[in-house]
Nanobody, 129 residues
Framework: QLQLVESGGGLVQPGGSLRLSCAASGITFHYYAIGWFRQAPGKEREAVSCISSSGGSTNYADSVKGRFTISRDNAKNTVYLQMNSLKPEDTAVYYC??????????????????????WGQGTQVTVSA
């Protein structure tokens, strides 16, 4: 059974950094694209970043480009989201998710949360002085 577990969230001051991890089990990890999404109170869940199964294709929301970096280690079944220069508006619960097909054909060109069928429980990121 597919399981995704996020970790690495916490409280950080503006301008600080955090690295989130998404550990997967129960799937052939290297066949799946993985997306990071976030949801702030009272707002819709939005896509933050995505990485294809091989790691060769990535996608970032405009609001995080140049500050966040997604990467994956298929040997460890883990995807990372390095978040630098954090802003208060980055405060949200961050979720990772696996694409719904698991056939190495999702290249993160247009990231839609409806394309992701399995989700982790989320990790809270709070950016505040």
């Amino acid at each position: 059974q597919l399981q995704l577990v996020e970790s690495g969230g916490g409280l950080v001051q503006p301008g600080g950094s955090l690295r989130l991890s998404c550990a997967a089990s129960g799937i052939t990890f290297h066949y799946y694209a993985i997306g990071w999404f976030r949801q702030a109170p009272g707002k819709e869940r939005e896509a933050v970043s995505c990485i294809s199964s091989s790691g060769g294709s990535t996608n970032y929301a405009d609001s995080v480009k140049g500050r966040f970096t997604i990467s994956r280690d298929n040997a460890k079944n883990t995807v990372y989201l390095q978040m630098n220069s954090l802003k208060p508006e980055d405060t949200a619960v961050y979720y990772c998710a696996a694409d719904s097909w698991g056939n190495s054909n999702y290249y993160c060109r247009a990231v839609n949360k409806a394309d992701f069928g399995s989700w982790g429980q989320g990790t809270q990121v709070t950016v505040s002085a």
